[in-house]
């Protein structure tokens, strides 16, 4: 009885836990963290959203179960959403479906679609779920080099040669998480191409849809011609509108995907609290000035990072998209790994980010920097980080152990 259960098995120890462990021992003593590790949105979700929240919850109906799939309206307004923004049609009632943010939405079509020992072409490096969604689902991941969007496609066809059996499902995320990297529509094109040569399903990430920095937003692969024909995209309302905690996304594309995970749901909840639901078609059909200015918070924020880290002696390249830098660790400290130097910048310069390596084997050499602190808290931070890297420059023993 003192066997690890299977499941738990095959997932390995979570590689961000000991920079956690060390940042929460260094509150406990008082310390000032400015944290960039954990994407988590800290701006206040726009009123009009929380106020019909509020407004549906004063409802007695609002507090009975809800839709697995998702209300009608809030279906509708997804619908309207992906007609607005990528001229792209699709069926509310087919081709849409809500779920408790796109994180759950993709755990729960990984377990729907995948059997034991099925092969699934995951980036990497990648956001976690990517590959242990399908892990937990008992399928075989082949990681495939994403260091850049060109990298990623010109190894897509020796994963499939070397994959016994040919996989089943691809994965792709842009704009990247980690990287923050982005595609145009002819890129997505040469993906729809080879997927359907293979006969793959795609599972497209696009949480970062609209949290983009030059004047061309990022395209949605369901924008390619055919494209609805094998693939499914998951959006999420928490970056977008500063929701990260009402856990609210969806998916949208292939029927058949749809299905599979509408089914699957159908047995593991009831959808999200009503009134959240409302509130989230109130900000896909509301004003959308206030997306406009979220994202041109975070461009603030993005400049004065690049900026600020570059006079501090860190050269972070400036992110074309998403709330990340996805930043080189420093030479000096490249040979002890990214995770190393990330506790280590954790217990000197007071500043927490997340070890590349936590994102895959192809992060290592990288740390990923979240816009999730006000200016004023980034530039204090490039003046801890100057203070640190001048001392190791000039006086360069050893690193020191974290305790």
Known sequence: MQEEFHRIKRLPPYIFEEVNRLKAHARAAGEDIIDFGMGNPDMPTPKHIVDKLCETARDPKSNRYSASRGIKGLRRAMAAYYKRRFDVTLDPDSEVIAALGSKEGFANLAAAITAPGDVVLVPNPAYPIHAFGF?????????????????????????????????VALVVNYPSNPTAQVVDLDYYKEIVAFAKKHEIWILSDLAYADIYFGDTPPPSI??????????????????????????????????????????????????????????????????????????????????????????????????PASMFAWAPVPEQYREHGSMEFAKQLLIHAKVAVSPGIGFGEYGEGYVRIALVENEHRIRQAARNVKKFLSLRVNEPPALEPAK
């Not at 399928?139 to 994959?163: C, K, M, Q, W, Y």
């Open 222 to 319: 369901l924008q390619v011609d055919g494209a609805k024909d094998i693939a499914i995209e998951f959006q999420s309302l928490s970056k977008t509108y500063a929701m990260p905690g009402w856990r609210m996304g969806f998916a949208a594309g292939n029927k058949r995907l749809i299905g599979a995970l509408a089914r699957i749901k159908s047995y593991l909840d009831y959808g999200a609290f009503t009134p959240i639901q409302v509130a989230a078609a109130a900000a896909l059909n509301g004003p959308q000035d206030c997306v406009d200015e979220i994202r041109a918070i975070y461009k603030a924020r993005r400049d004065v990072l690049v900026d600020s880290m570059g006079r501090a002696g860190w050269n972070v390249p400036s992110p």
């Open 135 to 167: 892990i937990l689902a008992g399928a075989a991941i082949r990681h495939v080099p994403a260091t850049d969007p060109e990298t990623f496609l010109s190894r897509l066809g020796n994963a499939v040669r070397h994959s016994v059996p040919s996989p």
